[in-house]
């Protein structure tokens, strides 16, 4: 019944490790997004997908790559990972580009040692 | 540069109050402006939204007021209740990019 679920919801890792965030929606949402949220709970978006096109693509390093095999699906594989890189990474989907709400996932935290 | 900022920073309620969060934008490009409310541990969740051609909606305890000539808006909770204790974030979209506030910490003591 889950609409947006993530795996796994807690990563625990060391630093120069490579690890992925998997994302699956089942509201049939055409978009998908992630967006990462620091420790003072700012959220910030990084990537967003439409029908496995990729739309939006902010200034995030080029360790963090997503990937959407199919509408349903957007995963978040990060390389080398760094200390900073820790947070809690959301995956979002909505439909007809968000002009109806986005619906957000319950978040992975990661955290990086 | 931040494009939507939210104000008070945290927010104390006596229950039964009216708790009110604003929020200021700066892109006039921007044509939908949600609320999410998000609790400890759980994404944030669509509350309610507004598009700039109406200065007002109503649901239930919620309302979103809208002035598009100040480039704000803000959310008015009635009656509140503890169960709303939570992190307020409004947020402004373009393009399929829905871009948040830093929040707020909403709490309301019985």
């Known amino acids: 019944d889950t609409a947006v679920s993530q795996t796994p919801k807690y990563l625990v890792t060391q630093m120069g490790n490579d690890k992925s965030i998997k994302c699956e929606q089942n509201?049939?949402?055409?978009?998908m997004y992630w967006y990462k949220q620091d420790s003072k709970k700012f959220l910030k978006i990084m990537f967003s997908?439409?029908?496995?096109?990729?739309?939006i693509n902010e200034t995030v390093p080029n360790r963090f790559s997503p990937k959407s095999p199919d509408k349903a699906h957007l995963n978040l594989h990060i390389n080398s990972l760094e200390l900073g890189d820790s947070a809690v990474y959301f995956c979002?989907?909505?439909?007809?580009?968000?002009?109806?709400?986005?619906?957000f996932g319950s978040g992975t935290r990661l955290t990086v040692v | 540069q931040q494009q939507v900022k939210q104000s008070p920073q945290s927010l104390i309620v006596q229950k039964g109050g009216i708790s009110i969060i604003n929020c200021a934008y700066e892109?006039?490009?921007?044509?939908?402006f949600p609320w999410y409310q998000q609790f400890p541990g759980k994404g944030p969740a669509l509350l309610i939204a507004?598009?700039?051609?109406?200065s007002e909606k109503k649901e239930g305890r919620f309302t979103i007021s809208f002035n598009k000539s100040a480039k704000q808006f803000s959310l008015h909770i009635m009656d509140s209740q503890p169960g709303d204790s939570a992190t307020y974030f409004c947020?402004?979209?373009?393009?399929?990019?829905?871009?948040f506030g830093k929040g707020i910490t909403l709490s309301v003591r019985p």
């Open positions: 507004i598009r700039p051609d109406v």
């Open positions: 509201l049939g949402h055409d978009t």
């Open positions: 997908y439409n029908n496995k096109e990729l739309i």
């Open positions: 979002a989907s909505s439909q007809d580009r968000g002009y109806y709400g986005y619906t």
């Open positions: 892109n006039t490009a921007f044509d939908y």
């Open positions: 947020a402004a979209s373009i393009n399929s990019k829905l871009t």
